[in-house]
């Protein structure tokens, strides 16, 4: 059987060997949105104040958003008088006391998918609606930066996720075309800007769990990175 013809378990398409490979950062690489969640609502108990009626569920709505699109859907869903800004930075605050030092774990199967890449000579990617810097010291800090040729944060492009142009200038910038990659994904935003952009993707489900549209969109929904690198090692 042609490579190109082969199909990942769960996938609906086809997929080859990618040319790249697109990874998210928080959910994907990193396992920091449960954390997020928890820094929320320490936010608001900080603050003193109560939670607005499916408040989670509009925190995990905005997973794979920049910082301006969050702010725009929370400011949208609840009024300009909720605090929006002061919330937002009270987040941070607690994020940095409660993981500033000892820093958010890896999700498992990262080291072995990089490396297996790296083997492989496939570049590796970084695309994430978190400002760039932080991305890099996040990659840095877990001594993971040297496997990406490229980081793109969200200050570098106008438009978040669910648009595809994050995924689009990593494309660029690994020099390759957006459907001789692959994306990995674990947010809904994610997986629908890879698919607006015409670039295969596969989810890994983390805090949001795999719906029809993701099935629809997504070329496979896969548990784990280990999952990932097993299903692209007869590709390759």
């Known amino acids: ?57 509009t925190c995990l709505s905005v997973i794979g958003s920049n910082r ?40 498992p199967g990262v080291r072995g998918l990089l490396s297996f890449l790296e083997e492989e000579g496939i570049p590796a990617a970084v695309a994430s609606s978190t400002p760039t810097e932080i991305v890099r010291e996040e990659l840095a800090a877990e001594d993971i930066l040297r496997f990406f040729r490229t980081v793109v944060g969200g200050d570098q492009v106008s438009r978040s996720k669910p648009a595809p142009d994050i995924f689009l200038r990593a494309c660029e910038l690994l020099g390759i075309a957006p459907e001789d990659a ?11 800007a890879a698919h607006a952009g015409g670039i295969p993707v596969i989810m890994v489900p983390d805090l949001l769990p795999a719906t029809d549209e993701m099935y629809g969109k997504a070329a496979a929904v896969l548990g784990s990175l280990d999952d990932v690198r097993r299903a692209l090692e007869p590709l390759c």
Not at 24 to 40: F, H, K, M, N
Not at 79 to 105: F, T
């Open 182 to 192: 692959l994306v990995l994904e674990d947010s809904y935003n994610g997986v629908r």
């Open 68 to 107: 301006e699109r969050t702010r725009e859907v929370f400011l949208e869903r609840y009024g300009p008088d909720l605090p929006y800004d002061r919330i937002s930075q009270e987040k941070i605050r607690a994020y940095r006391d409660l993981y500033g030092s000892a820093g958010v774990p890896l999700k």
């Open 1 to 57: 059987m042609n490579p190109a013809e082969k199909v990942l378990p769960g996938s609906r398409s086809g997929i080859g060997r990618p040319a790249g490979v697109i990874f998210d950062l928080d959910g994907v690489i990193i396992d920091s949105e449960g954390a997020v969640l928890r820094c929320w609502d320490a936010a608001m108990e900080r603050l003193g104040l109560p939670l607005p009626e499916g408040f989670r569920e």
